[in-house]
Nanobody, 120 residues
Framework: QVALIESGGGVAQAGGSLRLSCADS????????VAWFRQAPGRGRDFVAAIRWDGSPHYVDSLRGRFTVSRNSAKNTVYLQIDNLKTEDTAVYYC??????????????WGQGTQVTVSS
């Protein structure tokens, strides 16, 4: 069973925008932080952003300003808006639910990942 379901990835041009979605398939979000990580070829999973259960957002400093994390509680969905896309944003993006941190090991539930490819 896949706990979290990501969507919204695809191919986009540099300078454009994408909005990724992470849907909760069954109360996996309850009481937890939801984070976004990304994994580029040859790299580990890098923290991008997270939204805590109280709604407070957190971002890796290098991406602050272009990435926005938000939640629609009525739809049990967390979003990651990416603006001013850059080719270095190309990666598989994963959402995860668990205890807030910037490390993957504290997150118990994961999605299958969605590919984002940015062309120049």
């Amino acid at each position: 069973q896949v706990a979290l379901i990501e969507s919204g990835g695809g191919v986009a041009q540099a300078g454009g925008s994408l909005r990724l979605s992470c849907a909760d398939s069954g109360q996996f979000f309850t009481g937890k932080a939801v984070a976004w990580f990304r994994q580029a070829p040859g790299r580990g999973r890098d923290f991008v952003a997270a939204i805590r259960w109280d709604g407070s957002p957190h971002y890796v400093d290098s991406l602050r300003g272009r990435f926005t994390v938000s939640r629609n509680s009525a739809k049990n969905t967390v979003y990651l808006q990416i603006d001013n896309l850059k080719t270095e944003d190309t990666a598989v993006y994963y959402c995860a639910a668990g205890r807030y941190s910037d490390h993957p090991s504290t997150y118990d539930y994961w999605g299958q990942g969605t590919q984002v490819t940015v062309s120049s």
